[in-house]
């Protein structure tokens, strides 16, 4: 198996996160091709095992689920961690009421399945689905699973979100903005216009950057969403934001957090942070 995904999520265990999950799923199975039974059981099983982290990985109180998507030759794999309790597979073989399903399902649906304990707690989930007509798609580079878009340690409640190549980046990400920002309460017009600024940025940084991926950092509050793309090359912010401002228009406030191309990352690429809210 390839060392690097070529998608990465850091969720919350929030049972919102399971929807933002979803959406990846979708958007992997139509950008590989997989049929519609194929697609399914790849839905079925991967929300069952998120729908575990969300009611028992941490016993009712927030903690972290973790996604990450390797589309290989002929494979994918599915890798969905926690960092609290646990789940036992043991435990997971009764029907859950979330779904009545259970880990039986999972198991039927995948071609093989594995547990592992993860040092300092938690449980890693290894899900393979054979899929013979699905290509390699080209994985993320050097993937730091704790790092944020610009090099630094993901705060408490972050979203790291981490896609290659470009080409799913840009089916990606408008959909799990938008996501993220249903739960921030934005308004559908201000929707509307986080959905044309995702299309600009991807369109334009798959442009910007030599790596053929995206990797983004966002946080959420009432009204607002903070959003910080890189590592980019030199100049690029300050490209990207006038392109994403002109793409809203005016249906949603873009602000700059820092002046542009001034916040660097340890590996010499700038960083775009914005902040988007409702216009006032």
């Known amino acids: 198996m390839s060392a690097s995904p070529n998608v990465s999520l850091r969720l919350s265990n929030a049972p919102e996160s ?6 990846a799923l979708r958007v992997l199975a139509a950008v590989v091709g997989l049929d519609a039974l194929e697609a399914n059981d790849l839905n079925t099983a ?5 729908n575990n982290v969300v009611l028992h990985a941490y016993d009712g109180q927030r903690g972290p689920l973790e996604l990450d998507l ?30 009545g399903l259970g880990m039986p399902i999972v198991h ?13 707690g938690g449980t890693e989930v290894r899900m393979r689905f054979t899929t013979p007509d699905v290509a390699a798609l080209e994985p993320l580079a050097d993937h730091e699973p704790d790092r944020g878009s610009d090099g630094a340690a993901m705060g408490e409640g972050a979203i790291a979100i981490a896609v ?10 408008p959909g799990i903005l938008s ?20 299309d600009a940025l991807t369109a334009n940084a798959r442009d910007l950057s030599d790596s053929g991926q995206l990797r983004a ?5 009432p009204g607002e969403l903070e959003l910080r793309v890189g590592a980019l090359p030199a100049g690029a912010p300050a490209r990207l934001f006038a392109a994403v401002a002109d ?26 942070a914005l902040r988007l809210h409702e216009p006032r």
């Open 18 to 23: 399971v929807a933002v999950v979803q959406h």
């Open 46 to 50: 991967v929300t069952e095992v998120c």
């Open 70 to 99: 390797f589309a290989l030759a002929g494979t994918l794999e599915v890798v969905v961690r926690d960092r609290g309790i646990g789940i036992r597979p043991h435990v997971g073989e009764r029907r859950q009421p979330h779904t």
């Open 108 to 120: 039927a649906l995948t071609q093989h399945l594995a547990f592992s304990k993860l040092a300092g």
């Open 164 to 173: 290659a190549p470009s080409s799913l980046a840009h089916a990606l990400l």
């Open 179 to 198: 996501s993220l920002a249903k739960q921030a309460l934005f308004s559908t017009e201000a929707l509307d216009g986080l959905g044309l600024l995702a």
């Open 217 to 221: 950092t966002v946080e959420l509050a």
């Open 247 to 272: 793409a809203a228009g005016g249906r949603l406030a873009i602000e700059c957090l820092h002046q542009l191309g001034a916040q660097t990352t340890r590996d010499a690429g700038e960083t775009l």
